[in-house]
């Protein structure tokens, strides 16, 4: 289903290909293509086929910080 997050997310097609939608637009990604979708990024994937690879990162932010003197 449609979704965003409040977070960085990227696609990378290890093999295969995926459609997808962003913000109501179609797109059709191939082996070795890479997608980077913006915080609030609408969007949905439509199902993989069992051949098809996509490796999903998500860049979430954090306001606290780990560095401590």
């Known amino acids: 289903p449609q979704h965003s997050h409040q977070f ?5 097609v290890l093999q295969g290909s995926c459609r997808q939608i962003i913000n109501g637009r179609e797109y059709t990604l191939e082996q070795g293509d890479i997608l980077l979708m913006d915080i609030g990024s ?3 994937i439509e199902q993989l086929d069992y051949q098809d690879i996509v490796i999903n990162i ?3 932010s954090s306001s606290k910080t780990n560095l401590q003197k």
């Open 58 to 60: 998500l860049f979430k």
């Open 42 to 44: 609408h969007h949905q």
């Open 8 to 12: 960085l997310e990227l696609n990378y």
